[in-house]
């Protein structure tokens, strides 16, 4: 036997082993069959696609997350344009893809499709993000208007913002969600300190889109202004739940049957029983809609069943 067929010889037996290993490696190793992919983006008209950058997080502690790019044509975004990116992701050590179309859920924009390489090692997602001219556009200023209103600018492609208040640093309200470019909180300001508070837009189309913080300017609230306002906020007392819902206890006693009570500067009603109604409600000739998760009487919206409702909350006809 010449050299050339030694070699041949020993390469087939080499090759012949390692394909008779394959199924053996391919048995130890674990399927990951489901991955959960949320992807963060702040795409503007006009920015550089090359220049894009943008967020992957996956809910899998077996995935890595490899390198992120946008394949668009061209060099820059247009508002109609749909941002496509591949998004590499690697499998841990003993453990390779088994994922079908159903396996691979991205929040934040839609699956395209998937291709496996390395013994499905490495997994590369195509996913097309919201059009350009979906996404929230930075906010500008926030400052404070008259009184205690906080007012921010308006950003295209929003479709509410979310505000925090702070007074000396600390938060002092749960996160407002709002439709308008305002929102009064004098409710919250009964307590001398220097307020301030933060803004960010929300995406109109797709709500997980959210835009950066932006801080006010600083507002001090004098112990005089403080009162004012902690008397202005309407009842004070302690929300209480049961089986049956919630009800409102009054600081010096009792608690609000068969009417409406402004409490922290946003109105509820409570029924004959004295818990918080939501949904429709008659009131002297009037028909007005508490939310169903917060029981907070809506004021200059559409309600969920496509009725309007003016600025007193009352249904506009």
């Known amino acids: 036997m010449n050299g050339k067929k030694l070699l041949s010889a020993v390469l087939a037996a080499v090759l012949a082993s390692g394909l008779c290993s394959m199924p053996a490696m391919a048995a130890s190793r674990k399927k990951i069959m489901e991955v959960k992919m949320t992807v963060t983006a702040q795409i503007k008209p006009g920015d550089s696609i090359s220049k894009q950058e943008a967020e992957v997080t996956v809910n899998n502690s077996r995935v890595g997350v490899g390198d992120l790019e946008f394949i668009n044509d061209g060099f820059q975004w247009y508002e109609g344009d749909v941002p496509k990116m591949e998004v590499k992701l690697y499998a841990d050590e003993g453990y390779y893809f088994a994922t079908d179309e159903k396996g691979v859920l991205v929040t934040g924009g839609t699956y395209v499709k998937q291709r496996r390489e390395d013994l499905s090692r490495t997994l590369t997602v195509t996913i097309d993000l919201p059009k350009v001219g979906e996404y929230s556009q930075t ?99 302690d929300w209480s739940q049961n089986q049956n819902g919630w009800w409102f206890t009054y600081d010096t006693g009792g608690y609000p049957v068969n009417q409406w009570e402004r409490i922290n500067g946003t109105w509820y009603y409570f029924n004959e029983k004295g818990y918080m109604t939501t949904g429709w409600i008659s009131w002297n000739g009037k028909q007005y809609y508490c939310d169903p998760k917060s029981g907070a009487m809506v004021t200059s919206t559409t309600t969920p069943d496509g009725a309007k409702v003016g600025a007193d909350g009352a249904r506009i006809s």
């Not at 509410?160 to 308008?180: A, P």
């Open 139 to 237: 906010i500008t200023s926030a400052e404070w208007g008259n009184g205690n209103l906080a007012s921010w600018s308006k950003t295209g492609g929003t479709g509410s913002y979310e505000v925090n208040l702070y007074r000396d640093g600390k938060s002092v309200s749960d996160t407002v969600n709002t439709k308008g470019n305002s929102f009064d909180f004098t409710y919250a300001m009964g307590k001398a300190g220097s307020y301030t508070y933060q803004v960010r837009p929300v995406s109109d189309i797709s709500p997980e889109q959210k835009g950066e913080w932006v801080e006010s300017s600083s507002k001090y609230i004098d112990s005089a202004t403080a009162e004012k306002n902690y008397n202005a906020s309407g009842a004070h007392g």
